[in-house]
């Protein structure tokens, strides 16, 4: 069992950064792999980054590439969302979600997969 609690969120304007955690509790946050989605207003929740169990691979979603980093502290047992050059379009709940790391060969970039997950937090980026 995971329990995961975000936090970080707030508002912005357009251009800035800011930074999500996710604190994990339990003492397997090693095993697992993470995850970011967000979710907007009568959107579907989306895959934004995801890194694996090992930290040795990360992935983006083509509209945060470049702009969003995605790491993790297994001692601190927290990942972490940095994001830069922020738009209006990102604004969203941000969650994170732990999935078994050792399950997948490939970080699952879809929400199926992930067993655990936060209560999200508020991003909005105004113009």
């Known amino acids: 069992q995971v329990q995961l609690v975000e936090s970080g969120g707030g508002l912005v304007q357009a251009g800035d950064s800011l930074r999500l955690s996710c604190a994990a509790s339990g003492r397997t946050f090693s095993s697992y792999s993470m995850g970011w989605f967000r979710q907007a207003p009568g959107k579907e929740r989306e895959f934004v980054a995801a890194i694996s169990w090992t930290g040795a691979n990360t992935y983006y979603a083509d509209s945060v590439k470049g702009r969003f980093t995605i790491s993790r502290d297994n001692a601190k047992n927290t990942v972490y969302l940095q994001m830069n050059s922020l738009k209006p379009e990102d604004t969203a709940v941000y969650y994170c979600?732990?999935?078994?790391?050792?399950?997948?060969?490939?970080?699952?970039?879809?929400?199926?997969?992930?067993?655990?997950w936060g209560q999200g937090t508020q991003v909005t980026v105004s113009l």
């Open positions: 979600a732990a999935t078994p790391g050792r399950s997948w060969t490939i970080v699952p970039v879809t929400t199926t997969p992930y067993l655990y």
